[in-house]
């Protein structure tokens, strides 16, 4: 499977992953990103938040001289063969972090029309097993997203969040579709009754669905590519962030990857 990998820059530590930073003192005048595996970089615009499984465990993996990547162990052992470890085939790893205290760190998401930053949230149903065990979020577009959303707000106490995390960043409308107009993971969820984020088989139905509609018949409405189909634009946002260094091709071996559905 062939991803594409988006960096988000920390820029500002939760109070529980700020303690355990400030005792690795190789992290000192690091830039370090919160790595993201997508299928959709043409949805980059309405990124309005970063998920994390909080029980899954995190590392903190050194890249190069100057970049600290977050992300699972199975994908730094991934990267350390595509270029992305001091040492080819050799991961460095400089540290370690919950999920659950990653929760409410600020970081920079490439392309999303929320320029200040957008926050780590909790999403239960983050697979250690596929990309970087770090998602990036597009309610807009991502019926998942957008039904952890749901559920966060309804219940921010037993999700241990702040509303102020999710409040102040509402899905963005980034491509228009004949079926769901021009936000279609909401109107999936409507459409399938979806609830909340347990509703795994109806949430499989709407992923199916709204990948369909929105790659065959999705027109942009946002960035330099807006009027174009979302086929076309596709690539080319794509290019865009790699050029710009905000992204890189991040490919995992087949076989290895186990589906959603297990
Ligand atoms: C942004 C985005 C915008 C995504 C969208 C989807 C959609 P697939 O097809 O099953 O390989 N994802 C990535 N890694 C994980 C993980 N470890 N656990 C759970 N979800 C993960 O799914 C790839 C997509 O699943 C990725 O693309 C990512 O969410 C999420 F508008 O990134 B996506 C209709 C979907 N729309």
Redesign the pocket.
């Known amino acids: 499977?062939e991803y594409t990998a988006v960096k988000m820059r920390v820029a500002a530590w939760s109070p529980a992953a700020q303690a355990q930073v400030d005792q690795l003192p190789a992290l000192q005048g690091k830039n370090v990103f919160m790595v993201?595996?997508?299928?959709?970089p043409e949805?980059m615009y309405g990124q309005t938040n970063c998920f994390v499984g909080p029980t899954l465990e995190y590392g903190l993996y050194a890249i190069n001289d100057t970049d600290v990547f977050v992300c699972t162990h199975r994908a730094a052992r991934n990267l350390c063969y595509q270029g992305y470890s001091p040492v080819d085939g050799k991961v460095c790893q400089l540290g370690t972090v919950v999920g659950r205290d990653l929760v409410g760190t600020k970081v920079l998401a490439p392309l999303s029309q929320y320029t200040d930053g957008v926050y780590v949230l909790p999403m239960e149903?983050?697979?250690?097993t596929?990309?970087?065990?770090v998602?990036?979020?597009?309610p807009s577009?991502?019926?998942?997203?957008y039904a952890t959303l749901q559920d966060l707000l309804k219940k921010p106490d037993y999700y241990q969040i702040d509303r102020a995390w999710v409040e102040p960043f509402p899905a963005i409308p980034v491509l228009s579709t004949p079926a769901y107009g021009d936000m279609s993971?909401p109107a999936l969820c409507k459409q399938l009754k979806i609830n909340s984020q347990k509703d795994r088989v109806q949430l499989a139905e709407a992923?199916e669905l709204?990948?369909k509609e929105?790659f065959y018949k999705g027109t942009m409405l946002v960035g330099p590519c807006a009027g174009q189909s979302v086929a076309d634009a596709k690539t080319a946002i794509r290019q865009a962030m790699i050029d710009a260094g905000e992204g890189f091709v991040y490919n995992e071996p087949e076989g290895l990857v186990m589906?959603?559905s297990g």
């Open positions: 499977q993201a595996a997508t299928l959709r949805t149903n983050v697979l250690a596929k990309g970087t065990g998602v990036t979020s597009v577009d991502s019926p998942d997203d993971a992923k709204a990948y929105g589906s959603r």
